[in-house]
């Protein structure tokens, strides 16, 4: 652990002596010679509870959070740990980065010009100062980790032949339904009249009339106008009670009607594939990519542990939420 510096030292009494006072400022944190202070915390907390509120909800939601609240404050202390070793990697400059990044962004979505950019940025609520200020600390965070931890892995072809073959399992697709469908509502008249639709669109298919024709003709939903075509479907992307209903059929045979809610399902089967092992060359590529995730978290893992023995740090407040 390094000492304190006498800045920091400094930075301490001038936070103790506050909280005879009013509080201005509280540092949560002390990283060598940066300090992470109660603020930052907390608009930290607040962009991470924001962008899991926009991507999850329910159970989910709240195991993320959770996990997210746990993590936080030593997150941002890696964060700090990697910033200051960008700042000494002598002749390191993102900033040619910087500029493809937000060319990159600006051609995908259209944007024609740089005040453009700056103005959409300002509708989304992001000055853009301090949009690029972040992104420039995290590209050099990143080139530390590239330099540090990717630039040491090395992959053995025998590694990924073997893995290849000890996880089959994760090189499986699973079987695939091409289906057409063909959805009456139960809104869509009385009881009796529904069924009696139901009992004609069987008679129908049973005498050999196109199932698409009829889709078109008698469904109640936009597959109408699509001849029935519902699209293409991994096993596991369908409603149990269709998958259920689907996975035994043969190519060409139709199912039972089924009802869910409000809506009575005939599907069928126009094409079925079946579960397939990748081959090797098929599967290389992502075997790689797994292999240099594992040994890169691996190595991150022990790069930081090595960073933290030898920097100073003092968490001055490990519960930043509780006020």
């Given at each position: 652990m390094r000492p304190m510096s006498f800045l920091l030292a400094l930075l301490l009494l001038f936070s103790a002596a506050l909280h005879s006072q009013d509080v201005i400022e509280e540092i949560v944190v002390i990283v060598n010679d940066d300090i992470i202070t109660l603020s930052e915390y907390r608009a930290e907390y607040q962009a991470n509870l924001q962008s899991l509120r926009a991507q999850l909800q329910g159970e989910e939601f709240n195991?993320?959070?959770?996990?997210?609240?746990?993590?936080?404050?030593n997150q941002m202390i890696t964060d700090v740990l990697l910033f200051q070793e960008a700042s000494k990697m002598e002749g390191l400059n993102v900033d040619e980065q910087i500029k493809l990044y937000i060319d990159n962004l600006k051609k995908e979505n259209n944007i024609e010009s740089d005040e453009e950019f700056i103005r959409i940025l300002r509708q989304q609520g992001s000055d853009y100062d301090e949009w690029r200020a972040v992104l420039k600390k995290n590209m050099l965070k990143?080139?530390?980790?590239?330099?540090?931890?990717?630039?040491?892995i090395v992959?053995?072809?025998?590694?990924?032949?073997?893995?290849?073959?000890?996880?089959?399992?994760?090189?499986?697709?699973?079987?695939?339904?091409?289906?057409?469908?063909i959805i009456i509502s139960s809104s869509s008249g009385s009881d009796e009249g529904v069924e009696a639709k139901k009992r004609e669109i069987s008679g129908k298919i049973a005498a050999g009339e196109d199932?698409?024709?009829?889709?078109?003709e008698y469904s109640d939903g936009p597959e109408k106008e699509t001849n029935g075509d519902?699209?293409?479907?991994?096993?596991?992307?369908?409603?149990k009670d269709l998958e259920g209903a689907v996975e035994n059929l043969k190519e060409g045979e139709v199912t039972p009607w089924i009802q869910m809610r409000n809506?009575?399902?005939?599907?069928?089967?126009e094409e079925k594939k079946e579960a397939r092992l990748k081959a090797f060359e098929e599967a290389r590529k992502d075997i790689e990519q797994r292999i240099f995730a594992e040994k890169a978290q691996e190595k991150f893992e022990e790069f930081m542990k090595e960073l933290r023995e030898k920097s100073y740090i003092k968490i001055l407040n490990p519960n930043p939420l509780d006020f």
């Open positions: 195991r993320q959070l959770e996990q997210m609240r746990k993590g936080l404050l990143e080139a530390v980790v590239v330099t540090n931890v990717h630039q040491s992959i053995d072809e025998a590694e990924v032949v073997s893995y290849h073959k000890l996880h089959p399992e994760e090189f499986t697709e699973p079987p695939e339904y091409t289906l057409k469908c199932f698409g024709a009829l889709a078109s519902l699209g293409i479907f991994k096993k596991g992307e369908l409603a809506v009575w399902y005939l599907l069928k089967l």
